[in-house]
């Protein structure tokens, strides 16, 4: 299990203990053996994919024990112990978090700096919370409540509208996927309404048409079960396609999802949750109500020659 960023303090200390200067690849080197981390810990990335969850949490950690004054860094990615540092160590700490860092003028003082602006106040359960987790890890995790809390609207929307919306909707999502080109070049086209012989869409795979996609979007509240995939693909069969997307707005059973088809037939299946999911992605149905940026220290600007 990867610890969180408190947990990463002491460790990450201890290695400086010998007041030698150390680099971050030693430093983590260093706590993955402490924490006995494999492989698979240490590859695991964030929802931004931007860095993995370990290295976040160490970074963080450096952070709040350099700001209490416990670290030094006399150069890039070099860290040293600070005699405040070595003695903290010498009472032998059972850990290093926050609230002992508390006890230091200079962090108390850049945590008030950092909060400031923040509002509403938290209760005491949400501070604890948040505590544990670094400010990277919570803006992820409160993007994804929001994420969520927006694709469930798009959904209860969504059931609120006719087939006919659900069908079209269809289409224009894929066509923003990139299958077909644009709507203007009708490269997506809704065939009929219901009893259509299962086929409620075809579009393009691509901007030339070499190939076409068979679409069924089921607009339902009940879980689709495996004799209508089935029947979606003898619709296929009867048609001489080859590829066919299935779409609704409930959910697969077990057995839908584990239908194989056969001769060459392949079939993606969509639920409601996806499907969401796909609009968000693009667009369709949503617009951006705000943009924050996440930015760094450009470490080569302040290093650069005169």
């Given amino acids: 299990m990867i610890p969180d960023f408190q947990s990463c303090m002491l460790p990450f200390l201890r290695k400086l203990e010998d007041g030698s200067v150390h680099s971050m690849t030693e430093i983590q080197n260093a706590l993955i053996r402490e924490f006995h981390l494999t492989e698979t810990d240490v ?3 964030l929802p931004s994919n ?3 969850r370990f290295r976040s949490n160490v970074g963080w950690a450096k952070t709040h024990m350099q700001k209490a004054g416990l670290l030094e860094t006399p150069q890039r990615a070099q860290y040293r112990i600070t005699e405040a540092g070595l003695r903290l160590l010498q009472t032998r700490p059972e850990h290093i978090n926050m609230k002992l860092l508390f006890n230091y003028p200079a962090y108390k003082e850049w945590i008030a700096l950092s909060n400031r602006n923040s509002e509403p106040k938290r209760n005491s359960r949400q501070e604890s919370e948040c505590a544990i987790q670094t400010p990277d ?3 992820e995790e409160e993007y994804k409540k929001l994420r969520n809390i927006l694709a ?3 959904l209860e929307r969504i059931l609120k509208k006719d087939p006919g919306f659900f069908e079209a909707l269809v289409i224009k999502l894929l066509v923003a996927m990139g299958y077909g080109g644009s709507l203007n070049e009708a490269a997506g086209m809704v065939v009929g309404k219901s009893g259509d012989e299962g086929i409620d869409g075809i579009i393009k795979e691509d901007k030339l048409g070499l190939d076409n ?3 069924q979007a089921k607009r339902w509240n009940n879980v689709v079960e ?3 995939v089935q029947k979606f693909v003898g619709a296929l069969a009867g048609k ?3 590829k066919g997307i299935f779409i609704t707005t409930s959910s697969f059973s077990r057995g839908a999802r584990e239908f194989k088809p056969q001769n060459n037939i392949k079939i993606v299946l969509i639920d409601g949750n996806q499907l969401c999911e ?3 992605d693009y667009n369709i149905g949503v617009f951006t109500a705000n943009t924050f940026e996440v930015k760094r220290i450009d470490i080569d600007f302040f290093e650069s020659e005169e």
């Fill in 43 to 45: 590859k695991e990335m």
């Fill in 240 to 242: 001489g396609a080859t």
């Fill in 152 to 154: 469930q609207d798009l």
């Fill in 213 to 215: 996609i068979y679409i």
């Fill in 278 to 280: 796909y609009m968000i």
């Fill in 50 to 52: 931007r860095t993995t």
């Fill in 226 to 228: 495996r004799p209508e």
């Fill in 137 to 139: 890890i919570i803006m």
